[in-house]
């Protein structure tokens, strides 16, 4: 059952600042399919709801001096078609892809996805490894955060009340850099992530510059990357026996919850080794 | 009717008419329970228990009714007549009294001028509960020293089915096998949620209206729960969005909610529940329990079947003893085996009371014996399917209960066409012969199934009809089982044609409503197209007497068999002479001949004993196989149902296309009941009460099915057809798992199948080795 809450869509940030400090317990409304279904199930009770849909200029991909910069009200879909997020970053296209169905992924945007921070979050992985940072604007200020210290636990950031993210940057990436995004889903239409992964490889032709990136979602509160796992794998030929031991390393310093409902803290852990594995094995296009 | 019986002697029945209520399901006209708005209408909300079992220590409605909009909050004080909603054990509390025996009960219902007051203020009403001990399995709930929730032993009900020697066969039998399996819950996941509105008259009656499958049930629980005559209350039936037994025996409680709120508040009381309502105090398929043993000689002949079968029955015992009973007369197989002994227990324990739902216990054991027969097929070194040929049933075989079949057995030719269609001799390869990280598999599973209620419910396998021929020769016809999205309004309107002489798109079936027709017993069982179907034939076939004489009289003949072909009648001798349907039914009028009747039907009879254990169970079996062929990823223990190859005897397809439409469903449900569907209870608490949470299978997860009908014609059937709705759930979630044995080698005694499950027998697998 909904509570009674009041609606209001701003056509500039300004006047969004002006209604977030006027009530403190006012919610920001992108593509509404986390919102609306916590508000439904009465998890969260806003007496304002802010929509952000008007303000035009926070949706879209472009590519700037600063990187390929998204702004946060992109929906899934939009990057799913996106020209700019090819090469190194079409991971992030095909997770928005196959996130949720064709009606949600019309609907749901990359900010409020990030915002969510849900541990399972198909876009968190994806823009981990890519380094993405996520520019936060406050009524006179405007700061850049990596995506790392943004994300703080599941359904947690560092957004303060009148805070808003206005784009998500992703830096430039040497050519022939590719990535991978996997999920395990319990169906093959419409699930959430029961555990899933990002493998990146930077400079994959060059064996001494070669910098392996990995991040797993839902076996700890935030995307995990494991710093020694990927030093194992960086800067050297990549065997079986590698990863092997990159993913001993990272089942050592993950801990998956018990209580969840998608999938065992065990098959979680089988699956470490299973995405690197495969998600390396399709980047460099070898076998393991 | 006779084998040779063809398509081509009849007009409609045989053909795939399009269904009667398909445009205003289409177009999305078509009324539901929540479109059906009254003046002054009011909304009921239902205060539930919030512990899985307590004493209530206290009750207080006091903020509740101060909410502006709050009418009422009612109690099982308040309760003009019995306080139990009447299944068969009459155990369950309309509402909860002085104790709660799992979360969700109902305690009070709110009733409010808007149903978010009503659900709001349900909120506000305040219980405290001294909580105690809750028993969350069937193993604690059969303990000695457990608590006890159901008389003296938390035993609902319990069947023995001996029939034999089974003890002394196993102590001297060359080959036994034995198993234990655990099969899960299963939500119905209807499209449309509970739903009833009751409507108080000025004459003191009361109509409810609402999604259901058993207007009669309902009517009983009303006159039962307001203590007023049965001529007091009728209940409609409205366009009804699912059911699959989850509208079989609970939509008593939401009517009898609804009831007891418009009878008290004298307005009418609309009650929907939501989703995670639904989930959380709706019926289940129970899960199960089942240990199993097979003994067989050298050459395949299986000599003696053991079953130990248990189903959680949760709270409340509902339809619980006769889920039991289905199970427990078909848990052996559809095997000839010559000394069986069954053993059948449902126990009481701290959660969601369950019920009835599509295959009605039979999908458990089926699960067992069929996984357990592919086992014995491995130590004998036989195949899967000659083990099933050698032991199948065949006209002459008996079943568990010791009745003979004698006639209307397709299941050689079912298993044979399956067989074929699903190319089983090309892919059927030993499971260690497979290699490669992808691996495909093939299974199969087969069923039989008895028609109807059989020895369960007896004195109710009888149903009424009427039929009424219009001056302008269009038909109205009632009966008393309802339309469920299966097309039973489509095939009665086909038989009434056939019977009558007319165009199928001249019948109209009314919404079924329980003033029109004597009781006919629930829509259940897969009984519908026999017990209406037949009841029509019986009303049609008396029209049809004075038609054919008014035919004659036309065409001034004195004797000789009459014909139609749906738009004439004409003579058999001489087809030339022919008259018109409608101006023979425009000449009974003018003639103040009567085209109208009531038809009646009743089961044949049957003989099991209670108390031996043994007799003829059903008056007919419908027997069924399903093949599997799937590719499991043996890395990531992922499964993918490539294909599935389901067959059933019928009797007769009335309408094919709605048969195999049949098949699909319920070869889905069952997909979902083998993989995915995974309804978790954790100290009496739903953890994962919503879709998103229980996944059912998306249009992607949709293998490729193939629907395979068999037509072996039941003499006393309608047209010969026996019942299809519930066989397609019950072989293809085990014929699943079989096929991933197949593949991989990883045998697996619990649904559904997760790929956690796998993983656990696969790292068992590598420690052995």
Request: hydrophobic letters at 45%; charged letters at 20%.
């Given at each position: 059952m909904f509570s009674r809450f009041d609606y209001y869509a701003p056509q500039t940030l300004n006047d969004a600042f002006a209604a977030l400090s006027k009530n403190g317990n006012a919610r920001i409304l992108a593509g509404g399919t986390d919102l609306v279904v916590n508000i439904r199930s009465g998890k969260i009770k806003p007496s304002l709801i802010v929509d952000l849909k008007k303000i035009k200029w926070l949706s879209g991909v472009t590519k700037t001096d600063r990187g390929i910069e998204i702004g946060p009200l992109t929906t899934m879909n939009e990057l799913a078609e996106s020209s700019l997020l090819k090469g190194p970053y079409s991971l992030l296209s095909y997770a928005a892809k196959i996130m949720g169905c064709y009606e949600i992924r019309n609907r749901a945007t990359v900010g409020g996805n990030i915002i969510n921070a849900s541990p399972g979050a198909e876009t968190l992985t994806p823009l981990t490894v890519l380094h993405a940072s996520v520019e936060v604007s406050g009524n006179n200020n405007k700061k850049l955060i990596p995506l790392n210290k943004f994300v703080t636990g599941p359904n947690n950031t560092v957004l303060s009340g009148g805070e808003i993210v206005t784009k998500i940057i992703l830096p430039f990436y040497p050519q022939l850099t590719a990535g991978y995004y996997m999920r395990r889903a319990r169906v093959k239409g419409m699930d959430l992530a029961s555990v899933n992964c990002s493998v990146l490889v930077v400079n994959p032709n060059n064996i001494e510059k070669c910098q392996v990136r990995a991040a797993f979602g839902t076996v700890m509160p935030t995307p995990y990357r494991s710093q020694k796992a990927e030093e194992i794998l960086s800067g050297k030929k990549i065997t079986l026996d590698l990863i092997k031991q990159a993913a001993s390393v990272i089942n050592s310093e993950i801990n998956p919850r018990a209580t969840s409902l998608r999938a065992t803290p065990e098959y979680k852990r089988f699956m470490v080794e299973y995405f690197l594995k495969t998600g390396l094995s399709k980047i460099l296009g070898v076998t393991f | 009717m006779k084998k040779t019986l063809s398509k081509n002697n009849f007009h409609s029945v045989g053909n795939s008419v399009?269904?009667?209520?398909?445009i205003e399901k289409v177009t999305g006209t078509a009324k539901y329970i929540d479109d059906y708005k009254f003046g002054d209408m009011l909304y009921g909300a239902t205060v539930r228990a919030t512990v899985p079992h307590g004493n209530i220590k206290s009750f207080n409605s006091a903020l509740a009714l101060k909410i502006d909009g709050v009418i009422a909050v009612y109690t099982y004080k308040d309760v003009p007549g019995k306080n139990e909603v009447p299944f068969i054990l009459n155990d369950y509390p309309l509402l909860a009294s002085d104790?709660?025996?799992?979360?969700?009960?109902?305690?009070a219902l709110v009733v409010a001028k808007t149903p978010e007051i009503a659900k709001f203020a349900a909120k506000k009403v305040e219980v405290t509960y001294q909580e105690l001990p809750a028993i969350n399995d069937v193993h604690q709930s059969l303990k000695k020293d457990a608590v006890k929730?159901?008389?003296?032993?938390?035993?609902f009900k319990r069947y023995d089915i001996i029939r034999g020697d089974a003890e002394n066969v196993f102590e001297k039998a060359a080959v036994v096998v034995e198993g234990k399996y655990t099969t899960n819950y299963q939500v119905h996941a209807y499209l449309e949620t509970q739903g009833m509105v009751a409507d108080p008259q000025p004459d003191g009656s009361i109509v409810i209206y609402g999604s259901m499958q058993c207007p009669f049930y309902i009517h009983d629980a009303i006159v039962h729960i307001l203590n007023v005559p049965q001529n007091k209350v009728r209940i409609v039936q409205t366009t009804t969005g699912g059911a699959f037994g989850g509208k079989e025996d609970v939509p008593s409680i939401v009517a009898a909610h609804a009831a007891l709120a418009a009878y008290l508040s004298k307005k009418p009381v609309k009650i929907i529940y939501s989703r995670e309502e639904d989930f959380q105090a709706m019926s289940k398929r129970h899960p199960s329990y089942i240990e199993m043993k097979y003994a067989a000689d050298k050459k395949g002949k299986i000599t003696a079947a053991q079953v130990r079968y248990i189903l959680d029955g949760g709270a409340f015992s509902t339809l619980s003893p006769v889920v039991l009973w289905r199970g427990a007369v078909h848990a052996a197989g559809p095997y000839n085996i010559p000394n069986v002994k069954i053993e059948a227990i449902c126990a009481a324990t701290n959660k969601v009371p369950c019920g009835a739902f599509r295959g009605f216990g039979q999908p458990q054991t089926t699960f067992a014996n069929e996984s357990l027969i592919d086992e014995l097929a491995v130590k004998l070194n036989i195949s899967p399917l000659e083990l099933r040929r050698i032991n199948m049933m065949k006209v002459g075989s008996r079943t568990a209960t010791g009745q003979k079949i004698t006639r209307s057995c397709g299941l050689e030719k079912v298993i044979k066409q399956v067989v074929q269609k699903s190319d089983w001799n090309k892919i059927y390869l030993s499971p260690e012969k497979r290699t490669g990280t992808i691996r495909t598999g093939i299974g199969i599973a087969a069923s039989f199934y008895g028609v109807g209620l059989g020895a369960g419910g007896k004195y109710l396998d009888r149903a009424g009809s009427y039929v009424q021929v219009q001056k302008d020769g269009t038909v109205i016809i009632a009966i008393g089982n309802t339309e469920l999205g299966q097309g039973v309004f489509t095939v009665i309107s086909q038989i009434a044609a056939e019977m009558l002489g007319c165009p199928y798109n001249f019948v109209r079936v009314l919404k079924t409503d329980t003033t029109r027709v004597p009781d006919s017993g629930p829509t259940v069982a897969s009984r519908s197209t026999l017990m209406s179907g037949n009841a029509v034939r019986n009303a049609a076939g008396i029209i049809r007497l004075r038609i054919d004489k008014m035919v004659l009289e036309m065409l001034n003949v004195k004797s000789g068999a009459v014909k139609s072909n749906g738009k004439n009648y004409f003579l058999s001798s001489d087809p030339k002479k022919k008259v018109r349907y409608q101006d023979v039914v425009k000449k009974c009028y003018g003639k103040r001949i009567n085209l109208t009747s009531n038809g009646w039907y009743a089961g044949e009879d049957v003989t099991f004993s209670q108390e031996t254990g043994q007799g003829n169970a059903y008056y007919t079996y419908s027997y069924s196989a399903t093949a599997a062929i799937v590719k499991v990823n043996t890395e990531t223990c992922e499964v993918s149902v490539e294909k599935l190859v389901s067959g059933h005897?019928?009797?007769?397809?009335?309408?094919p296309q709605l048969c195999e439409g049949q098949i699909e469903g319920g070869v889905i449900q069952s997909l979902g009941y083998a993989l995915t569907e995974n309804l978790i209870i954790k100290n009496g608490i739903m953890l994962n009460p919503s879709f998103a949470g229980y996944l059912i299978p998306t249009s992607s997860d949709i293998p490729e099915i193939i629907p395979v009908i068999v037509e072996e014609p039941y003499h006393d059937g309608p047209f010969g057809a026996k019942g299809l709705g519930e066989p397609p759930m019950i072989t293809p979630a085990t014929a699943i798992a079989n096929a991933i044995y197949n593949a991989t080698g990883w045998r697996t005694d619990k649904l559904p199948v997760t790929p956690e499950v796998l993983l656990d027998i696969k790292k068992h697998l590598w420690k052995k080795i």
């Open positions: - | 399009i269904r009667n209520d398909v104790k709660v025996l799992f979360h969700g009960q109902a305690i929730i159901f008389g003296n032993d938390n035993i005897d019928i009797g007769k397809a009335l309408n």
